[in-house]
């Protein structure tokens, strides 16, 4: 679903987004390229290049690759675990105050036929559309990176 997002909102995520792009370098494993400040998802090709042509020249040595697409991703990420990894990770306390504050509580109401149903509680996810949605992603899946 598409959340409609208000501008007081999209200010305050832009600001947050824009603090938290400063430091995502020095927290996510270079590998990781993509939703990243002076990285391209293009890197990763090119890795995978590298490893295919090494192995190619070096038939006596094995290789496996694997590809992981996460499904409705952004729709899955875990609140909890997600604050957490913000502890972890060093930020500061107000950092993930403001954060929490945008997590907590949410609610959506559907229009279906011009009409708008009862109010539907939403406990996990981040809201396709906000600018820290990406990056709390990538911060959360750091974790799956680092096994």
């Known amino acids: 679903p598409i ?12 600001i947050l987004a824009e603090r938290l792009k400063r430091y995502l370098n020095t927290f996510i494993h270079p590998d990781q390229n993509g939703f990243l400040p002076k990285r391209q998802i293009k890197d990763n090709i090119r890795i995978i290049l590298d490893t295919l042509e090494y192995y190619e020249a070096h038939p006596e040595k ?3 690759l694997i590809f992981l697409d996460a499904q409705k991703a952004f729709g899955n990420v875990n609140w909890r675990f997600m604050l957490l990894q913000l502890t972890q990770m060093g930020f500061g306390e107000k ?26 509680d939403i406990n996990k996810g981040t809201r396709q559309g906000c600018p820290l949605s990406p990056l709390l ?7 799956l990176i680092r096994i």
């Open 3 to 14: 959340s409609l997002l208000n501008s007081d909102y999209k200010i305050f995520a832009s």
């Open 62 to 64: 094995q290789m496996a």
């Open 95 to 120: 950092f993930i105050q403001a954060i929490e504050t945008i997590y907590h509580n949410q609610s959506a109401k559907v229009m279906i036929n011009g009409e708008l149903t009862e109010s539907i």
């Open 137 to 143: 992603f990538v911060l959360t899946l750091e974790v």
